[in-house]
């Protein structure tokens, strides 16, 4: 999956109205209507948006959530997946949960994307072993 957060860019929805034609399993950071306006696979909430969960459920959107806590996990059981955050040290985030949170998170939920730090293979491989269904990151990639 691939999620555009770029929610400052004059050109969101050129972008978008693009990449929906390439990319199938396309998802905008906070935003349902655009979401739902380009026909996009989903949408990735943030943990102030969890209320909008159901909606966008109900508009057929495919819903990640991003949590950073026991009780916004539990307020996001409804997603299709959950971001929880920050796992490792990230830049300008709070302090990283660590593993054995990831770890409990995972034993709560089953669809859990790690987040926040993961910019090394050890690292991914690290997650792996806590059995989260995977992991996003920006810095890994580019």
Same mark, same amino acid.
């Given at each position: 999956?691939?999620?555009?957060?770029?929610?400052?860019?004059?050109?969101?929805?050129?972008?978008?109205?693009?990449?929906?034609?390439?990319?199938?399993?396309?998802?905008?950071?906070?935003? @349902?209507?655009? =979401?739902? %306006?380009? +026909? $996009? *696979?989903? !949408?990735?909430? &943030?943990?102030?948006?969890?209320? /909008? @969960?159901?909606? =966008?459920? %109900?508009? +057929? $959107? *495919?819903? !990640?959530?991003? &949590?950073?806590?026991?009780?916004e /996990?539990?307020?996001? =059981?409804?997603?299709?997946m959950?971001?929880?955050?920050?796992?490792?040290?990230?830049?300008?985030?709070?302090?990283?949960k660590?593993?054995?949170?990831?770890?409990?998170?995972?034993?709560?939920?089953?669809?859990?994307?790690?987040?926040?730090?993961?910019?090394?293979?050890?690292?991914?491989?690290?997650?792996?072993?806590?059995?989260?269904?995977?992991?996003?990151?920006?810095?890994?990639?580019?």
């Open positions: 999956m691939v999620c555009i957060r770029d929610k400052e860019n004059p050109k969101l929805k050129k972008i978008l109205k693009r990449a929906a034609k390439t990319h199938h399993h396309l998802l905008v950071n906070s935003d @349902i209507r655009l =979401a739902r %306006r380009f +026909g $996009l *696979f989903g !949408v990735h909430l &943030t943990s102030k948006q969890l209320h /909008l @969960i159901k909606r =966008a459920k %109900r508009m +057929g $959107l *495919f819903v !990640v959530a991003s &949590t950073h806590s026991p009780k /996990l539990k307020r996001a =059981a409804k997603a299709d959950v971001t929880y955050s920050p796992i490792f040290k990230s830049p300008g985030k709070p302090a990283p660590g593993l054995g949170a990831l770890r409990g998170a995972v034993k709560k939920q089953k669809n859990i994307i790690a987040l926040g730090g993961i910019v090394k293979k050890r690292q991914i491989n690290r997650v792996k072993i806590k059995r989260a269904a995977g992991f996003a990151s920006i810095r890994y990639f580019v």
